[in-house]
């Protein structure tokens, strides 16, 4: 049976290509976007999903709908607001 190895010090960090999935849409305008940035998809993609992990993998939303707004506007907190007769 064999062993668990031992952790290392130092790991070499190599670059490594691996598989995500998106729609056609969203490759070709990476694509695209390489192009115009004089490098690859691969690069471009792992540029970016750097960036992501570095910025704590923030969430960005849904961006299929944007933010409801409300109808009326929120509750002065101005106690003269409150008072009779305020803002006539």
Do not use: N
């Amino acid at each position: 049976m064999s062993t668990i190895p031992p952790r290392q010090d130092q790991v070499e960090d190599k670059e490594r290509r691996f598989y995500v999935c998106a729609p056609s849409s969203i490759y070709l305008q990476l694509q695209q976007e390489a192009i115009q940035r004089g490098t690859d998809l691969w690069t471009l993609g792992g540029s970016v999903l750097r960036a992501w992990l570095e910025a704590g993998c923030p969430t960005f939303g849904t961006q299929d709908q944007p933010p409801e707004k409300p109808s009326s506007p929120p509750p002065s907190s101005s106690p003269l607001a409150h008072e009779k007769g305020a803002g006539q």
